[in-house]
């Protein structure tokens, strides 16, 4: 078992940053593939970023530019830097535990942390 625990939401205006914190307890999860989604009200949890186990990163085009994900298995931590916030990016964000092994497939989620971009 993997429990994620997400920080670092809260209430930013637009143009400003935030650096949102997962971290992992229970397993290592060097082997694990991690992302951020998001769920905003009435609307469908959408990935916002990954990153494999070797550190290559997936963005989605839409925060394309503005969103960096890193991560630190020592620490067993994952971070996204979110930049230049809009409206449009409030939601809850949740990290995310993947991995695949032969026959199992392995699926972990925080509670989420709520950001909101208002003025």
């Known amino acids: 078992q993997v429990q994620l625990v997400e920080s670092g939401g809260g209430l930013v205006q637009p143009g400003g940053s935030l650096t949102l914190s997962c971290e992992a307890s229970g397993r290592a999860i060097g082997s694990y593939t991690m992302a951020w989604f998001r769920q905003a009200p009435g609307k469908q949890r959408d990935l916002v970023a990954s990153?494999?186990?070797?550190?290559?990163?997936n963005i989605a085009n839409s925060v394309k530019g503005r969103i960096t994900i890193s991560r630190d298995n020592t620490k067993n931590m994952v971070y996204l830097q979110m930049n230049s916030l809009e409206p449009e990016d409030t939601a809850v964000y949740y990290c995310?535990?993947?991995?695949?092994?032969?026959?199992?497939?392995?699926?972990?989620w925080g509670q989420g942390t709520q950001v909101t971009v208002s003025s």
């Open positions: 995310n535990a993947k991995r695949y092994v032969v026959g199992v497939f392995y699926d972990y």
């Open positions: 990153i494999s186990t070797t550190g290559n990163p």
